[in-house]
């Protein structure tokens, strides 16, 4: 059965990035990994008992104490979290947001190329879609000027004699 996987809140997943860490822990120790200011015990517990009821986490009673484990991988939620963004803001279209990371420079065109020529080669049979490809081509071949800022004058830089 296919567990539904749900956004989680910043805490929550400040609390799931530590266990994902960890592998699984005890309250303690998950607390010990907590930036400072460490946050109360009974915060942390509340935290751990949400996510189990959403299922990102197991329990395994220990004597008198729980061992926590990760039930949904990270990797599974990072692909949740990237399948969302692009539905949300880039209409489920992963060539929308390439373009994005190009256009705002948090990419550079050069990497975006060696990214896509090394799944190309490690998926070659099983990708059809070169839509992505092309569109890194097209952006990389096509070097656009910086536009000027509104009201942005050319500056000189004026020669000082010392």
Known sequence: MMMKIRTLTAAEEQIMKIVWKMDSGYLRE??????EPKPHQNTVSTFLKILVEKEFLTTSREGRVFRYSAAIPEKSYREFILQDLLG?????????LLSELLTAGILDPHSA??????????????????NVTELVD??????KKKKKKYGE?????????F
Do not use: H, L, M
């Open 88 to 96: 949300r803001y880039y209409n489920g279209s992963a060539s929308e």
């Open 153 to 161: 004058k050319k500056s000189k830089k004026k020669k000082k004699d």
């Open 113 to 130: 190329g060696q990214i896509i020529n090394a799944v190309d080669r490690s998926d070659k049979n099983t990708r059809t879609d070169n």
């Open 138 to 143: 097209e952006i990389i071949s096509k070097k």
């Open 30 to 35: 998950i607390i010990a990994e907590c930036p």
